[in-house]
């Protein structure tokens, strides 16, 4: 296993007890809600993350959504009272007393990545469904990551990756030309994010520079299974510039990037995957803050990642974030997104017409939540189901990352469900 070697007994008997409570109240979502009945929200983790869904639920609300936030919980009471001011809704320190909540419905989770795999777990096992934000665990976490995808299928529950591109309709025309063979056998994709931002003294900012652990800030909550250190205010607000809790790039940006890719391509598990990089630009930081990879997959298929936080041009194509936007090459053709159309270019010698195909609509955040409230309601699956595209996408991420950090080739079993080095 490549995961760290930590004390688990610890963190499980702390998660154990609220876990269990929460499963006992669970109620079963499609049974007890009508088509016209409200959906209770309950928010796990109330950061800026947090409090920018907290804003596109109330929208969401205002708008005539059957929605209505019920509960708020945050490791850090000053973020807590905050959220509880902003939603009226009753406050909890521990996320498993929201989750044995039986007006919470659903949850969204927005904590450091360490937590996300844990608390998706515990909230499934209540019976909730949730919106969780990216990365779904953290890079080291790859087992927990496995274990998670065969809980949500276990207890059939409703989870959205907080990949809110996938609510461009783009990657689903794409996906279906090149099902239907517009570009002939794919062979090969490249995508990528580039940006300019350190997430170090001015991304990230500490609320309070003398803060200490206690009744108010439980640090131990925060670290979860990561090792074991001291409190530090540093870690405890700037966690995305540690190893310990955030990978840079490819785990804090890259799910954007390769989700639609996958999508597209119809791929799954990599059979191996290449990365480079470091820390060019941000020397304050220990992840890396360029960070490039190649991902093989079955069927002749490789997809380039490449990325940098030290300089923003977009380079190819026109649509979302800089430098999210994805070519796709085929044996017979090519697809680029431009600005409202996919355009499919024929390789030369290939009697086809080059395409321009109207894309129609974008990507909204608030239709990626109508989304998941839909599907909670119909329990059809969603734009970004963590059980299976999420699953893969973050295996061929943390594959990523292990190369980086071991300098060598990742491999997957794909018999056993392990990443091999």
């Known amino acids: 296993m490549l995961e760290q070697k930590v004390n688990r007994r610890e963190f499980l008997k702390r998660s154990a007890g609220g876990?269990?409570?929460?499963?006992?109240?669970?109620?079963?979502?499609?049974?007890?809600l009508g088509a016209n009945e409200k959906i209770g929200v309950g928010f796990i983790g109330c950061g800026g993350r947090g409090h920018a869904h907290i804003s596109y639920v109330k929208q969401l609300a205002q708008a005539g959504e059957g929605v209505d936030i019920v509960g708020v919980s945050d490791l850090y009471r000053r973020r807590l009272d905050s959220a509880a001011r902003a939603t009226s809704a009753k406050a909890y320190m521990d996320h498993r007393e929201l989750l044995a909540d039986k007006r919470v419905d659903v949850v969204c989770i927005a904590t450091p990545d360490r937590l996300h795999g844990h608390q998706v777990i515990d909230a499934v096992r209540a019976g909730k469904d949730v919106y969780c934000e990216k990365p779904i665990t953290h890079w080291q976490q790859f087992e927990l990551t496995k274990r998670m995808a065969g809980e949500v299928k276990k207890h059939k529950r409703i989870v959205q990756v907080g990949t809110q591109g996938m609510s461009d309709p783009a990657w689903q025309k794409a996906g279906e030309l090149v099902k239907g063979g517009a570009i002939g056998r794919p062979i090969h994709a490249e995508c990528g994010y580039f940006r300019i931002g350190d997430?170090?003294?001015?991304?990230m900012p500490i609320d309070d520079p003398n803060v200490k652990p206690g009744p108010d800030l439980n640090w131990e909550g925060f670290l979860a299974d990561a090792p074991r250190r001291p409190f530090s205010v540093s870690r405890f607000f700037r966690w995305r510039m540690y190893w310990d809790y955030a990978g840079g790039p490819s785990t804090d940006l890259y799910p954007h990037s390769l989700t639609p890719v996958v999508k597209i391509l119809g791929v799954d598990f990599p059979e191996t995957v290449v990365a480079t990089g470091g820390k060019f630009r941000y020397e304050e930081r220990e992840v890396p803050d360029t960070f490039n990879m190649l991902i093989d997959y079955p069927k002749g298929i490789t997809v380039a990642v490449l990325g940098t936080q030290g300089n923003d041009y977009p380079g190819t194509g026109n649509r979302g974030s800089p430098g999210r936007c994805p070519v796709i090459r085929g044996w017979e053709g090519t697809i680029t997104f431009e600005g409202s159309n996919i355009v499919v270019r024929p390789q030369p010698g290939?009697?086809?017409?080059?395409?321009?195909?109207?894309?129609?609509?974008?990507?909204?955040?608030?239709?990626?939540?109508?989304?998941?409230?839909?599907?909670?309601?119909?329990?059809?699956?969603?734009?970004?189901?963590?059980?299976?595209?999420?699953y893969h996408v973050q295996t061929a991420l943390q594959m990523g990352m292990w190369s980086l950090r071991k300098g060598e080739v990742a491999r997957f079993d794909r018999e056993n469900e392990e990443i091999l080095l």
């Open 19 to 32: 876990a269990m409570a929460a499963a006992v109240t669970a109620r079963s979502f499609s049974d007890a």
């Open 199 to 203: 997430w170090g003294e001015r991304g």
């Open 350 to 390: 290939v009697q086809r017409k080059e395409m321009k195909i109207a894309i129609g609509g974008g990507e909204s955040v608030l239709e990626h939540w109508r989304n998941f409230l839909s599907c909670c309601r119909t329990r059809e699956k969603p734009w970004s189901p963590i059980e299976d595209l999420g």
